[in-house]
Every structure is written in structure tokens, then in C-alpha cells.
T-cell receptor, first 116, second 110 residues
Framework: GAVVSQHPSWVICKSGTSVKIECRSLDFQATTMFWYRQFPKQSLMLMATSNEGSKATYEQGVEKDKFLINHASLTLSTLTVTSAHPEDSSFYIC????????????FGPGTRLTVT | GQQVMQIPQYQHVQEGEDFTTYCNSSTTLSNIQWYKQRPGGHPVFLIQLVKSGEVKKQKRLTFQFGEAKKNSSLHITATQTTDVGTYFCAGDNYGQNFVFGPGTRLSVLP
């Protein structure tokens, strides 16, 4: 159990366009979802934390108007990268936590975004 | 803010040798978690330590949580090529912050 999926797994878009990434918990209810960004050979940088039905909490330095996060249900969160630029190219990973199970985060497979 | 450090950054070992990575937090943690990320993959949860001084074992892996709940270690006995990957610790500050360490990248030479 505790499977998290992400869609798409990779996407290429042009500068100035917007890209939406979906994160779904398939077999449990995710009370909290997290969005991370990972550059090659680097650690995961937390971008934002979202609780179902409420606004996301963004980490310092993350532009909330650029990285729009919606957590509309207990099984789905979306990250929209608006007006993408080449420097937004990265590996975006979501994770989900079910508070009834404890502190463990279950990670999705990640989405590789390339902005040309 | 909370900082989590890991050493070493890289470790190359011969298959069969032991390996240890250390994790240190700038603040006291409610719990610490360890994840493994294979090349090209996503982080996979290994274990969570909650109690001061806790020691847990998973086959060849031994995890320790320091008495002050600010540091932790992961020790692998007799490494195998399947152990290759990056090992991250992540410190949870009572739900207020969840910070990943920079990771230790392990290479195992056959």
C-alpha cells in the first residue's frame, strides 16, 4: 500500500507556457502533500506544503504566484509552473503523508520538466 | 532555520566493505527518517527513528538516533552492489519543519 503517482513523468515545454503536474495518492488519503524540487545530484528542496482544502505554505524564496499549488481533495494535489523559464527546468517530486499512519512520507516517481 | 548536514558527501567502497553515513541537525528533532534514492529513481523510505538513543536494524543496515535527538547514523555491513544510491536523512521538527540532508552518495565497486 501507500502508492503515490505523478503525471506526467516528463514534460518539455516552451518558455512562457504553463505546465501542470498532478500528484495522486492511490490507496490512502493524503492529509498533507509536499512538493520538492531536485537538481541533478543534489538533495530535495522543499517548495511547499499543502493540506487538503487549505492554501499551501510556501518555503522562503519560492514564488507562490509562479508555482501554484492546489490540494483540492485528499488524493490529489497539483503544481502548476506558470510562465515557465529554462531555469525552472528540474525534477519535481511530490510526497504524501497520511497522519493516521505517522510521519512517513510516500514519494511519487517525480516529473522531469525541461523548458526550452 | 533548521539545518541538516550529512557526511561524507560521497563514499566509494569495495563490495564487502562496511559503510557509514552521519547526519546532524542544528535543532532537536521529533524524529528522523532515512531514505534511499537509486540513480534515476525517487526517494524510498527506509526507516523512522523516534526515541532518544534508538537503534534499529534492517538486515545489513543499522540505524541509530543520538541521545540528544540531533544526530543519526546509518551503517551498512558488507556492502553489495545493490546498495548503490544516495542515502538521505530527513529531520522532522515536531511537524513544523521537514528538512532533507544533502545526502551521501554511495558507490560500490564489484
Amino acid at each position: 500500500g501507500a502508492v503515490v503517482s505523478q503525471h506526467p513523468s516528463w514534460v518539455i515545454c516552451k518558455s512562457g507556457t504553463s505546465v501542470k503536474i498532478e500528484c495522486r495518492s492511490l490507496d490512502f488519503q493524503a492529509t498533507t502533500m509536499f512538493w520538492y524540487r531536485q537538481f541533478p545530484k543534489q538533495s530535495l528542496m522543499l517548495m511547499a506544503t499543502s493540506n487538503e482544502g487549505s492554501k499551501a505554505t510556501y518555503e522562503q524564496g519560492v514564488e507562490k504566484d509562479k508555482f501554484l499549488i492546489n490540494h483540492a481533495s485528499l488524493t490529489l494535489s497539483t503544481l502548476t509552473v506558470t510562465s515557465a523559464h529554462p531555469e525552472d527546468s528540474s525534477f519535481y517530486i511530490c510526497s504524501a503523508r497520511d497522519h493516521s499512519r505517522g510521519y512517513e512520507q510516500y514519494f511519487g516517481p517525480g516529473t522531469r520538466l525541461t523548458v526550452t | 532555520g533548521q539545518q541538516v548536514m550529512q557526511i561524507p558527501q560521497y563514499q566509494h567502497v569495495q563490495e564487502g566493505e562496511d559503510f557509514t553515513t552521519y547526519c546532524n541537525s542544528s535543532t532537536t528533532l521529533s524524529n528522523i527518517q532515512w531514505y534511499k534514492q537509486r540513480p534515476g529513481g525517487h526517494p524510498v523510505f527506509l526507516i523512522q527513528l523516534v526515541k532518544s538513543g534508538e537503534v534499529k536494524k534492517q538486515k545489513r543496515l543499522t540505524f541509530q538516533f543520538g541521545e540528544a535527538k540531533k544526530n543519526s547514523s546509518l551503517h551498512i555491513t558488507a556492502t553489495q552492489t545493490t546498495d548503490v544510491g544516495t542515502y538521505f536523512c530527513a529531520g522532522d521538527n515536531y511537524g513544523q519543519n521537514f528538512v532533507f540532508g544533502p545526502g551521501t552518495r554511495l558507490s560500490v565497486l564489484p
